[in-house]
Structures are given as structure tokens and as C-alpha cells.
């Protein structure tokens, strides 16, 4: 059963360009979600993160953009850079729970060329 | 500010071992949780240990338990290892209410052979 999904193992884009990630929910109790980045050897690296009461959410070159009536998420990353080449998690939770559960996507590798 | 520290960070055991795998949370977070990476996955949720109670935990057999220690560090514990556990294992520290991210150790490479 795999509530949150990330639909394209990989992504290459050249440097300057826009790299859009998506991801799909089933769960519409999740309610915060999130994106990590991580480099081979390390652990996960948060990067920026939306609650459901808002729609787009924006940190420097990120931009996380949530359509509850879809189930779907998107992480825009402008300009990419060859420092952003990575392997991309999305994430999801139920704050409400108080757990901090998270629920993992598969990830998808994104490649940025110089 | 030490961020979430894990050790050992490799480890090769045998099949039908226990292997005990050890988590320092970031500092001021009281709520830790641990995950399996196969390759190629997203991490699984295994646990989480909050006031040295295990507070949730996921779709994982008995064989994988834990502790929480009082200065909040914690403890992974797998018995009768099975090829299948050979994962990437990764702790993460957090404050346990509302919207909080997750910050990760760098893991502990597990293979069983």
C-alpha cells in the first residue's frame, strides 16, 4: 500500500533550467508535507515543506506547491544548479496524529548538466 | 550544534545474529524515530521513542525493537537477522507536536551475509 508516490525514478535537466518533481497521495488525512534531498553516504536533508491550509510555499530557488483536490505535490528548483544533483524524497504526515510519522515517496535521482 | 549522530556506520553481521544500532538526537529535540532504506526505496518508518515509550510504530516484526535512554539518545535492536534486513538504517530527531521537519543521522549501513 503505498501512500505516497513518486512516480519518475529520474530526471535530468540542464544547468539554469527549471526541475519540477511531483509526487501523489492517497491518504486525505495527510496534512504536512515535506521534501528532503539526499547525496550518496549521507542521510536525508530537509529542503523545504507545506502545510495543507496553503496551497505554494517558497524558499529561495525552492518552491513546493500542494493541490489537496488532486492528492498531488510539486517541487520546483529555479535555476538548477549541478550542486542540486540528487536523489529527491517527498514526504507526507498527519500532524493531527502527533506522531511525526513520516510517509516516504520512492524518490526520484535528478541530474542537473552543466 | 551537533546535529543527529549515529554509529556504527557500516556493519556486516551474519544471518541469525542481533545487531544494536545507536542514535544521538539533534540537540533539543526529545523525539527520535527510526527508518529502513532498502536500495532504491524511500525510508520505512520502523519506530519512534518519545518520554522512553515507544509511541508508533510501523509494519515491522517483533524481531526489530528499541529504547530510549533519558538523556533521549536511543537504541535499534534487531534480533535473528535475516538477509532481508540488510538496509541503510537512518534516525531522525524531532520535537514530538505540530508541523516539525525531521532531521537525519547520516545512518548505519547494515549487511547480513
Known amino acids: 500500500d503505498q501512500q505516497v508516490k513518486q512516480n519518475s525514478p529520474s530526471l535530468s535537466v540542464q544547468e539554469g533550467r527549471i526541475s519540477i518533481l511531483n509526487c501523489d497521495y492517497t491518504n486525505s488525512m495527510f496534512d504536512y508535507f515535506l521534501w528532503y534531498k539526499k547525496y550518496p553516504a549521507e542521510g536525508p536533508t530537509f529542503l523545504i515543506s507545506i502545510s495543507s491550509i496553503k496551497d505554494k510555499n517558497e524558499d529561495g530557488r525552492f518552491t513546493v506547491f500542494l493541490n489537496k483536490s488532486a492528492k498531488h505535490l510539486s517541487l520546483h528548483i529555479v535555476p538548477s544548479q549541478p550542486g542540486d544533483s540528487a536523489v529527491y524524497f517527498c514526504a507526507a504526515s498527519e500532524v493531527s496524529s502527533n506522531t511525526g510519522k513520516l510517509i516516504f515517496g520512492q524518490g526520484t535521482t535528478l541530474q542537473v548538466k552543466p | 550544534d551537533a546535529g543527529v549522530t549515529q554509529s556504527p556506520t557500516h556493519l556486516i553481521k551474519t544471518r541469525g545474529q542481533q545487531v544494536t544500532l545507536r542514535c544521538s538526537p539533534k540537540s533539543g529535540h526529545d523525539t527520535v524515530s527510526w527508518y529502513q532504506q532498502a536500495l532504491g526505496q524511500g525510508p520505512q518508518f520502523i519506530f519512534q521513542y518519545y518520554e522512553e515509550e515507544e509511541r508508533q510504530r510501523g509494519n515491522f516484526p517483533d524481531r526489530f525493537s528499541g529504547h530510549q535512554f533519558p538523556n533521549y539518545s536511543s537504541e535499534l535492536n534487531v534480533n535473528a537477522l535475516l538477509l532481508g534486513d540488510s538496509a541503510l538504517y537512518l534516525c531522525?530527531?524531532?520535537?514530538?507536536?505540530?508541523?516539525?521537519?525531521?532531521?537525519f543521522g547520516q545512518g548505519t549501513r547494515l549487511t547480513v551475509v
Open positions: 531522525a530527531s524531532s520535537h514530538p507536536w505540530g508541523n516539525t521537519e525531521a532531521f
